[in-house]
């Protein structure tokens, strides 16, 4: 069985290393300073239309359901209209 402070010991390290991770990557960078700035920009831009993307297909899945379930209780309500009449 693990004990707490090996557990405790564990979590630290690897928060630890987690946090430190974009720091060594910065340090490692050989590229001058002007050239990352650019990059970046353009790259957060592909995300919200990737979001939206996104979220447009999942309302399309909902409307498309909502459709579905709209049909399903037509027909379901003139079959009792039907039987009612017989």
């Not at 909902?62 to 039987?83: F, G, L, P, W």
């Amino acid at each position: 069985m693990i004990s707490r402070f090996v557990r405790l010991s564990l979590a630290t390290l690897v928060s630890a290393t987690i946090g430190l991770s974009p720091i060594s990557v910065m340090a490692a960078d050989p590229a001058p300073a002007s050239a990352p700035v650019a990059a970046p920009a353009a790259a957060p831009a592909a995300q919200p239309d990737k979001a939206a993307e996104k979220k447009a297909q999942k309302q399309a899945k909902k409307d498309k359901k909502a459709m579905k379930k709209a049909e399903k209780k037509a027909k379901k309500k003139a079959k009792k209209a039907e039987a009612a009449q017989q």
